[in-house]
């Protein structure tokens, strides 16, 4: 049973380009959420999908938005890359009924 | 506010010592409370939870017991591996599934 897969692993832009990253959840789940995790730091929450609609949102700017697919697939946009913006980006799925989540691997991005 | 503090590292330890990573919260009501390991390269495992006050939640070893009048979840392994070295993160979730995680404790084993 796969887990949750997030692409690419790596990715690096430069200050002002627009990325998409892109997770696949849990077999089973239908909730996707997006943490982002600068280095040395715990993940901070970015934003959770449900049946495709954004359910709940962090304290990020407009540059990050994201989509939900009709197969539960998830994905992230970030606009404007500031050199902060550099950091793991986590996907996590889960049951809407339940807490916790499964983490994938992140996407480490770099913006230079 | 909705926060999570847990102690700060690195921790060192040899093979065998016992572990403790102090973690309290600050929350409105109950919420659920959660130890998640992060190994080197890699996303966050889940390695045990508590969803309501004086629950122990344990797994590989590692124990943890929700505490309402400390609002704490400590973190505690009797003898820890080389294997063990990770980074932890405690967290709390809120009612819709968000977590607030605190800044992690990194944790070396050294044999």
């Known amino acids: 049973d796969a887990g949750v897969t997030q692409s690419p692993t790596h990715l690096i832009k430069t200050r002002g380009q627009q990325v998409t990253l892109r997770c696949s959840p849990k077999?089973?789940?239908?909730?996707v959420s997006w943490y982002q995790q600068a280095l040395g730091q715990g993940p901070q929450f970015i934003f959770q999908?449900?049946?495709?609609?954004?359910?709940q949102r962090g304290n990020f700017p407009d540059r990050f938005s994201g989509h939900q697919f009709p197969n539960y697939s998830s994905e992230l946009n970030v606009n404007a890359l500031l050199l902060g913006d550099s950091a793991l980006y986590l996907c996590?799925?889960?049951?809407?009924?339940?807490?916790?989540?499964?983490f994938g691997s992140g996407t480490r991005l770099t913006v230079v | 506010g909705n926060s999570v503090t847990q102690m700060e590292g690195p921790v060192t330890l040899s093979e065998e010592a016992f572990l403790t990573i102090n973690c309290t919260y600050t929350?409105?009501?109950?919420?659920?409370l959660f130890w998640y390991v992060q190994y080197p390269g890699e996303g966050l495992q889940l390695l045990l939870k508590?969803?309501?006050?004086?629950d122990k939640g344990s797994n590989k070893g590692f124990e943890a017991t929700y505490r309402k009048e400390t609002t704490s979840f400590h973190l505690e392994k009797g003898s820890v591996q080389v294997s063990d070295s990770a980074v932890y993160f405690c967290?709390?979730?809120?009612?819709?599934?968000?977590?607030?995680f605190g800044t992690g404790t990194s944790l070396t084993v050294i044999p």
């Open positions: 996590a799925s889960s049951l809407i009924s339940s807490y916790g989540y499964t």
């Open positions: 077999s089973g789940h239908d909730t």
């Open positions: 999908y449900y049946e495709e609609e954004e359910r």
């Open positions: 929350a409105t009501g109950y919420p659920s």
């Open positions: 508590a969803t309501k006050a004086d």
């Open positions: 967290a709390r979730a809120n009612t819709g599934n968000q977590f607030y």
